[in-house]
């Protein structure tokens, strides 16, 4: 019987190597595990030591596993099949290397696929630049491209490395720290260094925002932005914090609120606030409301075409966007408007495009507004001599 099973299988391939096809299906995998066989093939030549467990297929690579794994390749350097069992099979890849799994897909110059028990337990892609795509939650694929990309199976995240660049649902942008995309959440989260000072610029429409770390849900519509955090919106809108959470987001950032934390800076509409906190909303695409908080927090804004600003500070200072007013909230609040200094225990209402304000009444009868009205201005009143010393 053995010299019999010899001489088939020698048989056998010797016809598949003169017909340049090879195709093999691995065998011993395990019913437990529930995966499905794995089977190769190319149009190349084929070399292949059972003993030692290698083979090496070259053009037109390719391995499948149903229902939804392909990989191609130019050129496969497979170690630890023995016997052609593939089950953990580690593979070499190069040369327009193309990888589908569960809707990923990835292309590269190069890649290492490693199977643990016949399922993916990593994969690493390089290119200039190797891409990877995965469905989004909006009907468009997300998308990213870097030098290396690898997957962790037992993770189930993708890991871009090396001038990353990417359009996750609405966002697009660039970075240079790693960052590490789930797949079945599709959160994405930027990698902490020790001491990694690069950022991650990232835009939608006219805004753009930047920070040290970020971490997205796209379809929960959240993100979470931290260390030297900037919005910008053109024209006219920077928002500068340390730490920025963003929720209803779903439509990039043209709805959504933020919510803003030590350090913060806003410039909007030649208005100027700094603050402790604060709370910026959006609504198609405009600034529909602020407010911050601060110890105090200041506030500086335009009155008028005369180049004077109203401004001082404050315990609160909310902006509303649809009325274009400013409400001014402290214990007391100070301001200065123009050359006109004051204080008041009673809120204050600033009208941006009228550069006017008035005393709000909070029906506290012992609530005042004191000021210095126009001391530049005011004529002396004439001083009265002396008529004991006049001569």
Avoid: C
């Avoid at 400013?326 to 009208?351: A, C, M, N, W």
């Amino acid at each position: 019987m053995q010299p019999l099973i010899h001489d088939s299988r020698r048989s056998l391939l010797k016809v598949l190597a003169a017909s340049g096809v090879a195709a093999w299906l691995a065998t011993g995998v395990a019913a437990r595990d529930a995966t499905a066989p794995i089977v190769a093939s190319n149009k190349g030549q084929v070399h292949f030591n059972l003993p030692a467990g290698t083979q090496t297929l070259e053009k037109d690579v390719e391995l499948r596993q149903a229902p939804d794994t392909l990989i191609r390749a130019d050129k496969a350097e497979g170690t630890n099949l023995p016997g052609g069992n593939y089950d953990n099979g580690h593979w070499v890849l190069s040369g327009a290397v193309h990888i589908e799994f569960e809707d990923t897909v990835l292309d590269a110059n190069s890649a290492t696929v490693i199977f643990d028990k016949g399922r993916i337990r990593t994969i690493t892609v390089e290119g200039t630049p190797a891409r990877f795509s995965h469905p989004g939650t909006t009907g468009e694929r997300n998308q990213g491209q870097a030098n290396t990309i690898s997957y962790d199976g037992n993770r189930r995240q993708v890991r871009f490395a090396g001038q990353t660049a990417y359009a996750f649902g609405p966002y697009e942008g660039i970075s240079d720290k790693p960052l590490i995309y789930d797949l079945d959440s599709t959160e994405i989260t930027s990698e902490k260094g020790r001491s990694d000072d690069s950022r991650i610029i990232f835009t939608f429409r006219n805004m753009q925002a930047s920070a040290r770390f970020w971490r997205a849900n796209i379809n929960g519509g959240t993100q979470v932005l931290e260390q030297d955090v900037e919005l910008r919106r053109t024209p006219g809108t920077l928002i500068r914090a340390e730490k920025a959470e963003g929720s209803n987001l779903t439509d990039g950032y043209d709805e959504g609120q933020w919510t803003l934390t030590r350090k913060v800076q806003i410039e909007y509409q030649d208005g100027a606030l700094d603050a402790d906190t604060a709370t910026v909303a959006f609504g198609a695409g405009e600034v529909r409301s602020i407010q911050v908080r601060g110890t105090p927090a200041r506030f500086s804004y335009p009155a008028g075409s005369s180049g004077q600003r109203f401004e001082g500070r404050a315990d609160t200072v909310s902006f509303d966007g649809d009325k274009r007013q400013v409400r001014i909230v402290g214990h007391p609040s100070r301001y200065t408007f123009g050359i006109d200094q004051g204080s008041s225990d009673k809120p204050l209402l600033y009208e941006l495009d009228k550069g006017a304000f008035r005393s709000e009444d909070n029906g506290d009868a012992d609530a005042h507004v004191r000021g210095t009205f126009n001391p530049r201005n005011r004529v002396p009143t004439p001083r009265t001599p002396d008529r004991s010393t006049a001569q």
